[in-house]
């Protein structure tokens, strides 16, 4: 990537990186920095009346030679470390030592995509559909973690300590049987108690790998811990939860509400986005699930939408203190779903 650089909009090439946030005249922000600019993002600035803006001249000869689009490559790596994932866990299904080699590769494969934030969830949308839960959402877990030590501002080895936490934050569940994991109905008491002890033998599993920090293993241990301390192991609060911890807690229940499941349907982000505000500022740490929250409902403005009339219609408007009813667009009419609580978003296209 090369140095930043100032462009007038009308110099804005297809493939440069936003090197800042970009804002309207009323301080809310419009398009987040480190997005990869497309046809719709650069229409979307002029519509603005942006005129300067500083970029990253992001490598477009490479991405041609590699032939296929971002979605399509990010597709591909994705199934090469969902192939992984299995051999992972199946090697602790079998009672043989995880081999961190394998944790490295995918670990590597998805921090190499840092720079494209707005590629990843893009694709991330994409993958969803995606019939392998169970390996899907470890590599879920570690993308979104990923975005959100990113814009918490860790450093770089923190960052990837982060994904590493979340590829493993599950690995106890090798251990519990799969007709418990992959229930339909409610769970029993003792199967939900089964089903705890994941973060425990997940801990244990992780002392066989020389390689992992402590604060590694801690996110693996606590990651089911809530900040008023109703969750598991230990029950504690706040500041005595591991950071990592802290922010697998977030990625793992988002990944988990927008994911289709063996008991459940998978629900909108702006569902979810309603879901976690609503409760989550109980269970999770404020400044990270806000931090979330606000910078990747960002990312949704432009989606094309399925309402629950059945028509379909184009989120062209979020505003920063109700994310979850968006303004959409529906055959020429401009709809305020925080508004007209009739209508709502059932479906991304």
């Known amino acids: 990537m090369a140095k930043k650089k100032y462009v007038h909009i009308y110099q804005c090439k297809q493939g440069y990186v936003l090197a800042d946030d970009i804002y309207d005249d009323c301080g809310i922000l419009i398009v987040p920095k480190d997005t990869v600019l497309n046809e719709h993002a650069i229409r979307r600035l002029k519509s603005f009346r942006i005129r300067q803006l500083s970029v990253y001249e ?4 490479e991405d041609s030679e590699k032939g296929g689009s971002p979605l399509d490559e990010f597709k591909k790596d994705y199934r090469e470390n969902l192939n992984v994932m299995k051999q992972v866990l199946g090697d602790l299904a079998a009672g043989r030592k ?13 921090y190499s995509k840092i720079s494209c934030i707005s590629n990843i969830i893009e694709c991330m949308n ?8 169970t390996y899907s959402h470890s590599i879920n877990v570690s993308v979104y973690a990923l975005l959100i030590a990113r814009w918490l501002g860790l450093q770089e080895e923190e960052i990837r300590n982060v994904v590493t936490t979340g590829i493993l934050h599950d690995i106890g569940k090798s251990k519990i049987p799969g007709e418990i994991l992959n229930k339909k109905g409610p769970l029993l008491p003792e199967e939900y108690e089964q089903i705890k002890n994941h973060t425990s033998i997940g801990y244990q599993l992780s002392e ?21 301390g109703q969750g598991y192991p230990f029950s ?25 499941r063996v008991y459940k349907r998978r629900i909108t982000p702006f569902d979810t986005f309603g879901e976690l505000a609503r409760v989550g500022y109980d269970h999770f740490d404020a400044k990270i699930l806000m931090t979330f929250l606000s910078k990747i409902s960002c990312y949704y403005t432009g989606s094309t939408v399925k309402m629950n009339n059945g028509e379909t219609g ?3 408007y ?10 959409v667009s529906v055959n020429g009419r401009y709809i305020d779903l925080s508004r007209d609580r009739k209508l709502k978003i059932v479906k991304m296209l």
């Open 208 to 228: 066989d790998i020389p390689q992992l920090t402590d604060g590694i293993r801690e996110g693996i241990l606590m990651h089911h811990e809530r900040e008023d």
């Open 58 to 61: 992001f490598q477009e000869a």
């Open 126 to 133: 994409e993958v969803k559909n995606i019939d392998e839960y």
């Open 236 to 260: 504690i609060k706040g500041n005595d939860i591991n950071l990592y911890a802290k922010i697998i807690s977030v990625a793992d229940v988002y990944d988990a509400l927008t994911s289709e």
């Open 318 to 327: 979020i505003a920063p203190q109700s994310i979850s009813t968006p303004i």
């Open 98 to 110: 995880p081999d961190y080699g394998k944790v490295e590769y995918i670990s590597n494969s998805i």
């Open 314 to 316: 184009k989120v062209i």
